[in-house]
């Protein structure tokens, strides 16, 4: 099956620092998600990406489909940035199952 | 958050015991699935469902079954649980531009 792998595994930031987070995945895909886990465990959709580039507030994400990664840029990064970040990617006729990356866990420290 | 609530949030059981939790939705989204989540594996597809009396396995489906006998619920049962299924199970609904997927608060499941 597809393989999806996120790096760094752990980071930790100061507030007001930016941070890039990258998504590697070895097949083509259909679409591709990025997710934030907040600490009480809820899973919040930022991007819905499966090529090109979108901005939301001070996060941002690009998707080159044809070299398979993405990346998810975080700027001036704020406490309520902690969290888990998730890449999850659908892959062709497979009903919309999603494929999950383990996450990068990011620290942001007053 | 898509109309999603999961129940119960919590629940601590014995092993051996039968288990059932619920995903119960309310926007009739056809697509449904259950995610079993811990550390160091990301989420991962336990079963999924395509519609009433439509559902087929995930990567992770043994030891699991599910049912949807409508639209709006989304069972998914541990027959006999085992300590190996402690975990936090999300479930979520597709909808929107593409494969789009939200998902539910999460059970957090311990079996002892």
């Known amino acids: 099956g597809i393989q999806v792998e996120q790096s760094p595994p752990d980071l930790i930031l100061q507030e007001g620092a930016n941070s890039t987070l990258r998504c590697n995945f070895s097949d083509s895909v259909n679409n591709l998600q990025w997710f934030h886990q907040n600490p009480w465990g809820q899973l919040i959709n930022l991007f819905y990406?499966?090529?090109g580039t979108k901005q939301n507030g001070r996060l941002s994400a690009t998707t080159v489909a044809t070299e398979r990664y993405s990346l998810l840029y975080i700027s001036s990064s704020q406490t309520t940035d902690s969290g888990v970040y998730f890449c999850?990617?659908?892959?062709?006729?497979?009903?919309?199952?999603?494929?999950f990356g383990a996450g990068t866990q990011v620290v942001v420290t007053p | 958050d898509a109309g999603i609530t999961q129940s119960p949030r919590h629940k601590v059981t014995e092993t051996g015991t039968p288990v059932t939790l619920r995903c119960h939705q309310t926007e009739n989204h056809r697509y449904m699935y259950w995610y079993r989540q811990d550390p160091g594996h990301g989420l991962r597809l336990i079963h999924y469902?395509?519609?009433?009396?439509?559902?087929d396995k995930g990567e992770v489906s043994d030891g699991y079954s599910v049912s949807r006998s409508k639209t709006e619920d989304f069972l998914l049962t541990l027959e006999s649980a085992t300590s190996s299924q402690t975990s936090v199970y999300f479930c979520?609904?597709?909808?929107?531009?593409?494969?789009?997927?939200?998902f539910g608060p999460g059970t957090r499941l311990t079996v002892l």
């Open positions: 979520a609904i597709r909808q929107g531009a593409g494969d789009t997927q939200y």
């Open positions: 990406i499966p090529s």
């Open positions: 469902s395509y519609g009433v009396k439509d559902t």
């Open positions: 999850a990617v659908v892959i062709s006729d497979s009903w919309g199952k999603f494929q």
